[in-house]
T-cell receptor, first 114, second 115 residues
């Protein structure tokens, strides 16, 4: 079955540490996205990428970084500069052709601070 | 700035009750509209979408939504809910022909259905 795989499911970060969340898709989608979900806040876009080796900041990019070296992969690094990293992180992908294409989501990674 | 408002944070219904979840948006121009659902422990998935044509859209599991352009609304409805509809529902909007990176989500509505 095609889909999006996020790992790990749970992640703990120590103060001052960078951590990387993995996102892999086998849907052959061009576009990939990272969202942060906080209770009562909905989904907020961190970064997105429409093509390999290119990505754009979303609404809350500060303290995060991404790379897109392969079409299938879009890892997110939560840096020590992100002062409030505890959240549920969702990765998504979509076909690029039209803005009406729905996004497909992974199961998420829950990040907590030790 | 563009925004999406979902009026209810938490809705509690008994089985067989009718459901209507409100969604209003502020966007200049033609829009694409989506409803996503997140069942407990599952990933977010598409419930239905509208981008053109008949403003009454039917989705999975008996859900439907009506796009009313004059009211900037895209309310989700179901005539008779089941316990299995317990989930969080998100409305999302972007500009027709625009970037997928500009998909704006509402804050979500939690639906609890009592058996």
């Amino acid at each position: 079955d095609g889909g999006i795989t996020q790992s790990p499911k749970y992640l703990f970060r120590k103060e001052g540490q960078n951590v990387t969340l993995s996102c892999e898709q086998n849907l052959n989608h061009d576009a990939m996205y990272w969202y942060r979900q906080d209770p009562g806040q909905g989904l907020r876009l961190i970064y997105y990428s429409q093509i390999v080796n290119d990505f754009q900041k979303g609404d809350i990019a500060e303290g995060y970084s991404v790379s897109r070296e392969k079409k299938e992969s879009f890892p997110l690094t939560v840096t020590s500069a992100q002062k409030n990293p505890t959240a549920f992180y969702l990765c998504a992908s979509s076909k690029l052709q039209n803005s009406n294409q729905p996004q497909h989501f992974g199961d998420g990674t829950r990040l907590s601070i030790l | 700035a563009q925004s999406v408002s979902q009026h209810n944070h938490h809705v509690i219904l008994s089985e067989a009750a009718s459901l209507e979840l409100g969604c209003n948006y502020s966007y200049g121009g033609t829009v694409n509209l989506f409803w996503y659902v997140q069942y407990p422990g599952q990933h977010l998935q598409l419930l239905l979408k509208y981008f053109s044509g008949d403003p009454l859209v039917k989705g999975i599991k008996g859900f439907e939504a009506e796009f009313i352009k004059s009211k900037f609304s895209f309310n989700l409805r179901k005539p008779s809910v089941q316990w299995s509809d317990t989930a969080e529902y998100f409305c999302a909007v972007n500009l027709y022909g625009g970037s997928q990176g500009n998909l704006i989500f509402g804050k979500g509505t939690k639906l609890s259905v009592k058996p």
